[in-house]
Nanobody, 119 residues
Framework: QVQLVESGGGLVQAGGSLRLSCAAA?????????MGWFRQTPGKEREFVAA????????YYADSVKGRFTISRDKAKNTLTLQMTSLKPDDTAAYFC???????????WGQGTQVSVSS
């Protein structure tokens, strides 16, 4: 299916910010799909972070990131972003970009980008 590539992760101190990006590889597009961000730490279940409708008109956030993270998409550039501010050590995780293939009820993820927040 559509290959996703995440970027923008790194090491930052608590209170700092990072901007994650997700792009489709090989000239493919995901503009017609709902998309989202998930995160996972070693030994833990993958956790929902944020989602956005295919049109960009609706957004959804986990309670733990509301007011701090913002998800957006640019259909012209075929990219998805996650602006993260006021980062906390608990935000440390591998972050994954995802798209929802509605006609098969399947979710697909990229390989992830690491975010590390120090106290």
């Amino acid at each position: 299916q559509v290959q996703l590539v995440e970027s923008g992760g790194g090491l930052v101190q608590a209170g700092g910010s990072l901007r994650l990006s997700c792009a489709a590889a090989s000239g493919r597009t995901f503009s017609s799909y709902h998309m989202g961000w998930f995160r996972q730490t070693p030994g833990k279940e993958r956790e929902f972070v944020a989602a956005i409708s295919w049109s960009g008109g609706s957004t959804y956030y986990a309670d733990s990131v509301k007011g701090r993270f913002t998800i957006s998409r640019d259909k012209a550039k075929n990219t998805l972003t996650l602006q993260m501010t006021s980062l906390k050590p608990d935000d440390t995780a591998a972050y994954f970009c995802s798209y929802h293939q509605w006609y098969t009820n399947q979710d697909f993820w990229g390989q992830g980008t690491q975010v590390s927040v120090s106290s």
